[in-house]
């Protein structure tokens, strides 16, 4: 199976982590370029919840569905609920709210493997 | 956002609320920890509960304390205050409690839990957590003390007097300097 996307979900979220930590140590705010960064992210994850249902809808079941699908619901709104509470911060732990959004993508994807091996990371 | 042009504050615009500046931060992760512990806690329970009873209900009861520690620290009030700091102190209980039993009498934990080994399994960050919470609480009731005479504009002055008395905290945390830029 494909594993580009999980790879690049990873990256992506390490690579906002990274880039969102240094705002709030040089005690920036939120700002448009790291929205986008948040909107690229969900984008990422919206793509990745479709091959998942694809693969659902194709016949094949993993060992634990519930929490499959609990993780399906759960990781689109991760970069959503970051960027709402992180847009009511007017300080630099704004950046900070969404660095812990990019860690949480970047892990929700190896978690993902594990529950079902065949989405390859 | 409603002021986009205003100059960058080191703090949020309300310095004594649980929410605000590095709050927004310890609601946010708490607020995850609340979400991911519970519901791994309910899907446990309700699928396999007899594989590993006390495993998962000891889930279920770290899912609640969090679930308590993120409202009453995103309402803030004196009242939600009180009820966070009970709940961030049971919490590092929890988690020094559940950590050594997990690791004298494995038999007990065939499946893991949320505090298991000290929260090894989530980075530590359980461990972590209560301690920061039960800081940033500490310095706010503080901070409260110096502000209620000069409120923002003695912001800096308030915070030089208040990181003189947190010296002990700001050296163990290794952030607690930093937290306003006082850098």
Same mark, same amino acid.
């Given at each position: 199976?494909?594993?580009?996307?999980?790879?690049?979900?990873?990256?992506?979220?390490?690579?906002?982590?990274?880039?969102?930590?240094?705002?709030?140590?040089?005690?920036?705010?939120?700002?448009?370029?790291?929205?986008?960064?948040?909107?690229?992210?969900?984008?990422?994850?919206?793509?990745?919840?479709?091959?998942?249902?694809?693969?659902?809808?194709?016949?094949?079941?993993?060992?634990?569905?519930?929490?499959?699908?609990?993780?399906?619901?759960?990781?689109?709104?991760?970069?959503?609920?970051?960027?709402?509470?992180?847009?009511?911060?007017?300080?630099?732990?704004?950046?900070?709210?969404?660095?812990?959004?990019?860690?949480?993508?970047?892990?929700?994807?190896?978690?993902?493997?594990?529950?079902?091996?065949?989405?390859?990371? | 956002?409603?002021?986009?042009?205003?100059?960058?504050?080191?703090?949020?615009?309300?310095?004594?609320?649980?929410?605000?500046?590095?709050?927004?931060?310890?609601?946010?992760?708490?607020?995850?920890?609340?979400?991911?512990?519970?519901?791994?806690?309910?899907?446990?329970?309700?699928?396999?509960?007899?594989?590993?009873?006390?495993?998962?209900?000891?889930?279920?009861?770290?899912?609640?304390?969090?679930?308590? #520690? !993120? &409202?009453?620290?995103?309402? $803030? %009030?004196?009242?939600?205050?009180?009820?966070? *700091?009970?709940?961030?102190?049971?919490? @590092?209980?929890?988690?020094?409690?559940?950590?050594?039993?997990?690791?004298?009498?494995?038999?007990?934990?065939?499946? #893991? !839990? &949320?505090?298991?080994?000290? $929260? %090894?399994?989530?980075?530590?960050?359980?461990? *972590?957590?209560?301690?920061?919470?039960? @800081?940033?609480?500490?310095?706010?009731?503080?901070?409260?003390?110096?502000?209620?005479?000069?409120?923002?504009?003695?912001?800096?002055?308030?915070?030089?007097? $208040? %990181?003189?008395?947190?010296?002990?905290?700001?050296?163990?945390?290794?952030?607690?300097?930093?937290?306003?830029?006082?850098?």
């Amino acid at each position: 199976m494909n594993g580009a996307v999980p790879t690049t979900i990873i990256v992506a979220g390490l690579a906002l982590a990274g880039y969102a930590l240094l705002m709030t140590a040089l005690n920036r705010r939120m700002n448009v370029p790291l929205l986008a960064a948040v909107g690229v992210l969900e984008i990422l994850l919206l793509v990745e919840v479709g091959i998942i249902v694809a693969k659902l809808a194709g016949g094949e079941r993993p060992a634990g569905l519930a929490t499959l699908i609990g993780y399906l619901i759960a990781m689109p709104l991760v970069p959503v609920a970051a960027a709402f509470w992180g847009l009511m911060e007017r300080s630099r732990w704004g950046p900070a709210v969404i660095a812990v959004a990019g860690l949480v993508a970047a892990v929700l994807m190896v978690r993902l493997h594990q529950i079902w091996p065949v989405i390859h990371v | 956002m409603s002021e986009p042009m205003a100059p960058p504050e080191p703090t949020g615009s309300q310095p004594d609320s649980t929410r605000t500046g590095p709050g927004r931060l310890l609601v946010a992760v708490y607020g995850l920890f609340a979400l991911s512990a519970s519901a791994r806690a309910g899907v446990q329970i309700a699928t396999k509960f007899h594989h590993a009873p006390v495993a998962y209900l000891l889930s279920a009861f770290a899912g609640l304390v969090y679930i308590l #520690a !993120t &409202v009453t620290l995103a309402i $803030g %009030s004196p009242t939600a205050r009180r009820i966070a *700091v009970v709940s961030c102190s049971v919490e @590092l209980a929890g988690v020094l409690a559940v950590g050594t039993w997990s690791l004298a009498d494995p038999a007990t934990f065939p499946d #893991a !839990t &949320v505090w298991s080994s000290y $929260g %090894s399994g989530y980075g530590f960050v359980p461990l *972590v957590l209560p301690v920061f919470g039960l @800081l940033w609480l500490r310095r706010l009731t503080r901070r409260a003390g110096t502000q209620r005479t000069t409120m923002t504009s003695a912001e800096d002055a308030g915070e030089a007097t $208040g %990181s003189g008395v947190a010296d002990g905290e700001s050296g163990a945390s290794g952030q607690g300097a930093e937290d306003y830029g006082v850098r």
